[in-house]
């Protein structure tokens, strides 16, 4: 039998394709990998029933798996978005982005573990445990899609679904030696997926090569009516090919960058600056004069977007419910014992921000920066083709090492919110290995490249040149997924 | 919980850094206006299905405890 664990996505569809391998076994070969889960990767894992319920159509990826996020609804699975609140849920339909899989011909290996409702850079924020580092077990898979980066760089999945807020899709596929793809905002429906800050929300491909993340954008991507705000990539999107990069430009936002930034990440960020030379691109410096208060501003906003989201799970219609004495006591002991300490933290700060007499000061004033970040990348991609940065100022940090202050923790995310911000797509591509400041492993460090809304195939084409030139070797990762 | 709050809340302050005259709120990144579709009815989900994940469905209704805890 052919080697499926050292197959890509699109290579194991090839297989099945060529007669090589059958859906059957590559089917049985994900469910055994799942089921030995050792990173605490999956809440759900299917059987062979269970995985192709969905499925009702084929195309070119037929046969090949997918892991899904808990945040997206899929009929009769459980659902969760990894809170107390909803343990049990089943929902009554699927998520657009999983239908079009199905419709792919695509089954589902299982549900990921995650940050509650998407809210965390570590996965510590699961009420059901933090996913683990395949490299490290003693280290965070970064998040919010932790667990759908763990399980792909642990051999657990050839491919996942996840979702990218803040950098929720980067941030975990530079931790755990993967590509993270984040598309345009209205790139692909978000229908069905579980709100946490709609203005920001969109799913994304977590990889193991760049091509992968190509071929799951070409699937996923597109218009739907259960959504008004998805539009699609006009053209399409087809399997990158370019082997330079002659004539393109990649600006580096050097303010941006000097803010608490480990040795190693540098070192393989200004690496990653020589081999885009190597390949003819042009390196420039440029300003983003307001991405410094990106995190600042993004803290204000999703949060009050989270805090209008969030006020559905009241016990009423779907979820728990954990208190009969009352109506008032009902939502109130419900929601105390639902969420959890972040869920909560960011509830109030919302709520706050969007009172009467704070609104302007706080929401008003994140808005209006927002639009000033905004401007700022419209102004750079005038100038440059892309923008580049590290994925994160770190490697994976220790399981504890930030959960006793929320700002800290909130710093992970210190380059990938202010793409988030513009609604630009940005993609994360591994570019070596590092060891954090004061010594450890050799673990994963994420390149960060941004381009103008809507140009995800220029974004693709240029990460598949600079990935074929740097090579990168996650083999050792793989190996860090069975229990 | 409430000092983290505050922390939180004094480096969302340094926001006010930010020269915002005349600058017009973003809520949207996406330039949509109107985006409508044909009026014409189609199938929700069943009342069944809809009820079927409510913690105390009856009657084909949700329902809630009184307002006022019972004397």
Known sequence: MADLMA??????AALISSGEASADEVLD?????????????????????????????SGPLAGVPVAIKDIFCTEGVPTTAASRILEGYLPPYTATAVARLNAGGMPMLGKTNMDEFAMGSSNENSAY??????????????????GSAAVVA????????????????????????????????????????????????????????????????????????MDSTSVGIEGGISAPGAERLDGLTFGVPR?????????????????????????????????????????????????????????????????????????????????????????????M????????????????????????????????FGQVDFVVTPTSPTVAFELGEKTADPWTMYQSDLFTVPMSLAGVPAISIPAGLAQPDGGGPDLPVGFQI????????????????LESAIGFDGSAGLEGGLR | MAGELSSILDHVDKLAEVDIEGVEPTSHVVPLENVLRPDEP??????????SQAPDPHDGAFRVPSPQAES
């Open chain 1, 29 to 57: 070969f994900w469910l055994e990998r799942a089921s030995g889960d050792g990173l605490n990767g999956y809440l759900w894992t299917a059987d062979r029933e269970s995985a192709r319920a969905g499925v009702d159509g």
């Open chain 1, 450 to 465: 941004a381009a103008p809304a809507f140009a995800e195939q220029k974004l693709l084409e240029a990460s598949f040149a």
């Open chain 1, 255 to 347: 303010g941006l960058i000097g803010q608490g930034i480990e040795a190693g990440v540098l070192a393989r960020f200004e690496e990653t600056l020589i081999k885009i030379a190597e390949l003819g691109g042009t390196i420039v410096d440029i300003e983003l004069p307001h991405a410094g208060h990106a995190i600042s501003a993004y803290y204000v906003l999703a949060p009050a977007e989270a805090s209008t989201n969030l006020s559905r799970y009241d016990g009423v219609r779907y979820g728990v419910r954990a208190s009969d004495e009352d109506l008032l006591s009902m939502y109130e002991v419900t929601r105390e014992e639902g969420f959890g300490p972040e869920v909560k933290r960011r509830i």
């Open chain 1, 154 to 225: 642990g051999g657990l999945a050839p491919w996942a679904l996840g979702t990218d807020t803040g950098g929720s899709i980067r941030q975990p596929a530079g931790f755990c030696g993967i590509v993270g793809l984040k598309p345009t905002y209205g790139a692909i429906s978000r229908f069905g997926m579980i709100a946490f800050a709609s203005s920001l929300d969109q799913c994304g491909p977590l990889t193991r090569d760049v091509t992968d993340a190509a071929l799951l954008l070409a699937t996923l991507q597109g218009r739907d009516q």
């Open chain 1, 349 to 380: 700060l919302g709520t706050y921000a969007l009172s009467s007499g704070y609104y302007d000061a706080y929401y008003g004033r994140a808005q209006r920066v927002r639009t000033r970040i905004v401007e700022d990348f419209r102004n750079a």
């Open chain 2, 42 to 51: 189609r199938p929700s989900l069943d009342r069944e299905v809809a009820l």
């Open chain 1, 7 to 12: 197959a890509t996505g699109a290579q194991t």
């Open chain 1, 129 to 146: 445990g933090a996913s683990l580092n395949p490299w490290d077990r003693g280290r965070v898979p970064g998040g919010s899609s932790g």
